[in-house]
Structures are given as structure tokens and as C-alpha cells.
């Protein structure tokens, strides 16, 4: 067992190994990350005065959207009384906000920190370093007000509603089965680079979901949109990031690294059914598992999120041709959630 904290020994630098990019991020041009990082100080939700989630919260609505659960129009669900459906929403919201929680603390800072730590030769520079650190502090801060939505609705609902009870998220499952089976640092690296790039430049249009759905929880409307204000940004970094880092990269690892962005996409535009089946079983609904069946068997397996902003990277990139992804299955809205 490492000592509480020591940098864990899989991501540790080491610059007489493989290099992953050599041409310094600080010779190129990017006025994108330049921008972000000079105006965090006025745009960034950390920044601002927190809303009073306690006020706004409403006992009488649902905690999360009906209309984007995939068994939404299924007879089991439309048959609940409004109580059970309730309590199957709430699950929903709860679920959602512990996986904020471990994509924001396992993937996406963790992938910041090893571009600071030096992982990347070719990524750095004042700029971006700076852009990478405010953007940390941004996570972080997520997660706190997704922790703190989480004891808002226990309060209110006075129910434990315990994130014990979820499986690990499907996403961060994924993520840390290939990690675990990756034989070289480098491919550890760039499976944790691939997918923070792909929650970043996703999770806004999730987010967005949320945000603009009518008759659900204000609170967690509001912390949608603020939420939402940020990922925008990053989702800007993640996407310029990965169009200086993969010219750099050498063949193998250029292949390696779309390959293991095709495994985060399949990951994260993935209904986690395995999370439903126990939300089934959490609220007690006689005929859930035979509707999840029902739904999964009737192609509904993606959350069809908005992925325009890393096709338009893939495009710029030129790699298109080498994305194994079947983009029919998600949107592609063309509206960017990504600042150019």
C-alpha cells in the first residue's frame, strides 16, 4: 500500500521511458486556452455566490426528468403510482451525482494531473498549466455541490437514499478494467486521457439535458446550468489538448490512443442498466427487471448525448476514417459545446 499521498507508481514520470510528445505546448499557437485561463476568474461557478439549494428546493417535484429515462413510455413504469415513480427518479438524480463524483475525481483530474506531472513532454506551458489547475479547482468544486444536492434531497425527502447501495458507475467500470489490464504506463496514461477528454466534451450536452427539461427539481435544474457553465470551458481544453497531443505520438501510440477513445464513447453514450437493475430493486418494482429487458432488447442502449464536440475534433484531426464508432447511435446536433 502506498503512502497517503504518493503519486501512485503506474503514473509516475519517468522521462528515460517511452515519450509521449516532445514539441513543447507552449509553441503553439493557442489563443483558446490563453483565453480560458485569463477569464476564470470572472466565469467560473466556484467564483460566483452559491445558490440557496435548500430554498429551492420543491418536495413536490420530481428529482429528475422522465422523458430521458429509457423506459419513459414502458406500461411497467406508465403503471406506477406517482410515489413509486418518484422514488425511482430521485434514485436517478442520486446515481448521477455520485458518478459526477467518481468520473470528476477518478478520470478527469487524475488526467490533469499527470499532464502537470510531466506525463506528456509536449504538454505544457505557462498558459495551459495555469488553464489545468483552475480547471481542478473547478472539479473539485463540482463535486461538492453534487455531494451537497445529494444530502439537500436526503433532507428533504428524509430517506437515506445511500450511494452505497449503486454499483460503480458503467463508465468508471470500463475505465478502470482497461486500465487494470494495460501492460505499459503509457497505455494507462493515454486510456486516462481519453476518457477525461470524452466526459469533458460530452457531459455539457448531458448536462444541457437537464438544464432545459421542464417540470423537474429546480434545485437540480439549477446546479445543471451551473455545472453545465464550466464543463463548456473544459470541454474546450480537453478538445485542444488532444489536437496538439496526438500529432505527436507515435504510430502505435496514436492508434492506441483512438482506440481508447472509441471504448470511452461506447462507455459513456451506454444506458447504465446495471445501475437501473438495482434502482429496480431498491424500489421494489414487481416487473423492472422484465422492462429493462424489454428496453435493452429494443435497441435502447445509448442516452443519445450530444457528441458534436469531439466529431468536430475528430474532424479537424483528420482521423474520422479511424473512429470504429457507430455515430448514428448518438447526436450530433452540430450545436458545439465547445468554445472555438
Same mark, same amino acid.
Given at each position: 500500500m502506498d503512502e497517503p499521498g504518493t503519486l501512485d507508481e503506474r503514473f509516475a514520470t519517468n522521462r528515460e521511458e517511452d515519450s509521449l510528445g516532445e514539441i513543447l505546448f507552449a509553441d503553439v499557437e493557442n489563443p483558446v486556452i490563453q483565453r480560458l485561463a485569463l477569464n476564470?476568474?470572472?466565469?467560473?461557478?466556484?467564483?460566483?455566490?452559491?445558490?440557496?439549494?435548500l430554498d429551492i428546493f420543491d418536495v413536490e417535484a420530481f428529482d429528475y426528468p422522465e422523458d430521458i429515462i429509457p423506459f419513459a413510455d414502458h406500461p411497467t413504469y406508465l403503471g406506477l403510482s406517482p410515489e413509486q415513480r418518484g422514488e425511482i427518479l430521485t434514485w436517478a438524480m442520486i446515481a448521477l451525482n455520485r458518478n459526477t463524483e467518481f468520473s470528476e475525481q477518478n478520470v478527469v483530474n487524475p488526467a490533469f494531473a499527470l499532464i502537470l506531472q510531466g506525463e506528456f513532454p509536449g504538454l505544457r506551458g505557462e498558459a495551459l498549466e495555469l488553464s489545468l489547475l483552475q480547471a481542478m479547482v473547478d472539479e473539485q468544486y463540482h463535486i461538492l455541490m453534487h455531494r451537497v444536492a445529494s444530502y439537500v434531497t436526503r433532507t428533504k425527502r428524509r430517506r437515506p437514499y445511500r450511494d452505497s447501495d449503486l454499483p460503480?458507475?458503467?463508465?468508471?467500470?470500463?475505465?478502470? &478494467?482497461?486500465?487494470? #489490464?494495460?501492460?505499459?504506463?503509457?497505455? $494507462? =496514461?493515454? /486510456?486516462?486521457?481519453?476518457?477525461?477528454?470524452?466526459?469533458?466534451?460530452?457531459?455539457?450536452?448531458?448536462?444541457?439535458?437537464?438544464?432545459?427539461?421542464?417540470?423537474?427539481?429546480?434545485?437540480?435544474?439549477?446546479?445543471?446550468?451551473?455545472?453545465?457553465?464550466?464543463?463548456?470551458?473544459?470541454?474546450?481544453?480537453?478538445?485542444?489538448?488532444?489536437?496538439?497531443?496526438?500529432?505527436?505520438?507515435?504510430?502505435?501510440?496514436?492508434?492506441?490512443?483512438?482506440?481508447?477513445?472509441?471504448?470511452?464513447?461506447?462507455?459513456?453514450?451506454?444506458?447504465?442498466?446495471?445501475?437501473?437493475?438495482?434502482?429496480?430493486?431498491?424500489?421494489?418494482?414487481?416487473?423492472? &427487471?422484465?422492462?429493462? #429487458?424489454?428496453?435493452?432488447?429494443?435497441? $435502447? =442502449?445509448? /442516452?443519445?448525448?450530444d457528441y458534436s464536440g469531439l466529431h468536430r475534433v475528430f474532424e479537424e484531426l483528420d482521423v474520422l476514417d479511424e473512429i470504429d464508432f457507430d455515430w448514428s447511435s448518438v447526436k450530433l446536433s452540430g450545436d458545439l459545446p465547445y468554445l472555438l
Open positions: 476564470w476568474q470572472r466565469r467560473a461557478t466556484v467564483k460566483r455566490d452559491d445558490p440557496a439549494l460503480l458507475p458503467h463508465y468508471s467500470r470500463v475505465h478502470l &478494467d482497461l486500465t487494470g #489490464r494495460a501492460v505499459e504506463r503509457w497505455q $494507462r =496514461s493515454l /486510456l486516462t486521457i481519453a476518457f477525461a477528454t470524452t466526459t469533458e466534451l460530452s457531459i455539457g450536452a448531458y448536462l444541457q439535458l437537464l438544464a432545459g427539461a421542464d417540470g423537474f427539481q429546480p434545485m437540480n435544474m439549477a446546479l445543471a446550468k451551473l455545472h453545465r457553465h464550466d464543463e463548456t470551458c473544459h470541454g474546450s481544453i480537453n478538445g485542444e489538448l488532444l489536437k496538439v497531443l496526438y500529432p505527436q505520438l507515435s504510430k502505435e501510440q496514436g492508434s492506441f490512443l483512438l482506440r481508447a477513445l472509441v471504448h470511452a464513447l461506447e462507455a459513456y453514450s451506454a444506458n447504465d442498466y446495471r445501475t437501473w437493475e438495482t434502482i429496480m430493486r431498491l424500489t421494489g418494482v414487481e416487473g423492472g &427487471d422484465e422492462m429493462l #429487458r424489454n428496453c435493452r432488447e429494443s435497441g $435502447r =442502449s445509448a /442516452l443519445l448525448r
